[in-house]
């Protein structure tokens, strides 16, 4: 049964900084696509950064991007996601999710999911 299990959030003042992790068991394929995404109260869930895990390739969000890093860890079957200079709006339900497309963008539906960490960005 592949599962995700993501942590880390919680509530940080504005300018600050976050690591989220996504744990990924059950899950053997060699190519696929990982990626975070987030929703805020009453919005349409949207992308953040995704990784195509052959070749480490990463993509982000425009109002992310500078921001944000994604990086995995194999060995400990394990993406993270740092977060920093942290905004209000970046206020949301993060999830991390799998592709079996390794050639999926933030703009496709995801094959597996998390059951998210919560985000919360104020002073």
């Known amino acids: 049964q592949v599962q995700l299990v993501e942590s880390g959030g919680g509530l940080v003042q504005p300018g600050g900084t976050l ?30 950064s995704c990784m195509r895990v052959s070749d480490g390739r990463t993509y982000y969000e425009d109002s992310v991007k500078g921001r944000f ?39 496709m539906n995801f094959d597996y999911w998390g059951q998210g960490t919560q985000v919360t960005v104020s002073a």
């Open 69 to 107: 890093t994604l990086s995995r860890d194999a060995a400990k079957n394990t993406v993270y996601l740092q977060m920093n200079s942290l905004k209000p709006e970046d206020t949301a339900v993060y999830s991390c999710a799998i592709s079996l497309d390794p050639l999926a963008t933030l703009y």
């Open 19 to 48: 690591r989220l992790s996504c744990e990924v068991s059950g899950f053997t394929a060699s190519d696929y696509t990982i990626g975070w995404f987030r929703q805020a109260p009453g919005m349409k869930r949207e992308g953040v």
